[in-house]
Nanobody
Framework: EVQLVESGGGLVQAGGSLRLSCAAS????????IGWIRQAPGKYREGVSC????????YYKDSVKGRFTISSDNAKNTVYLQMNSLKPEDTAVYYC????????????????WGQGIQVTVSS
């Protein structure tokens, strides 16, 4: 019943921008914590960003602060990740993740995952 569908990935040159979308169904995004996790080949997964109504600010991994912005559109039940000034080290599969109970500090333990979408940044 719960479904997260990512879109908006692709290939972009360093310094460029992409906007990832996470379309949710089976729940209301405003009632859950929603975030983005990425994993590059041979590396551990890492939390990128997260929002939850219970917290007073969004979470961003230090390396993406000032470049990435997470937002939501409640009318569309969709969460976005605007990625600007992309770097080759941002290359990874990006997953939209969600949880009805956990806060953003537990991002790596969120229970619902999308299928993932590839982001490749060339130099």
């Amino acid at each position: 019943e719960v479904q997260l569908v990512e879109s908006g990935g692709g290939l972009v040159q360093a310094g460029g921008s992409l906007r990832l979308s996470c379309a949710a169904s089976g729940f209301t995004v405003d009632d859950w914590a929603i975030g983005w996790i990425r994993q590059a080949p041979g590396k551990y997964r890492e939390g990128v960003s997260c929002i939850s109504r219970s917290e007073d600010s969004a979470y961003y991994k230090d390396s993406v602060k000032g470049r990435f912005t997470i937002s939501s559109d409640n009318a569309k039940n969709t969460v976005y990740l605007q990625m600007n000034s992309l770097k080759p080290e941002d290359t990874a599969v990006y997953y939209c993740v969600a949880d009805p109970w956990r806060l953003c500090g537990a991002l790596d333990d969120f229970g619902s995952w999308g299928q993932g979408i590839q982001v490749t940044v060339s130099s």
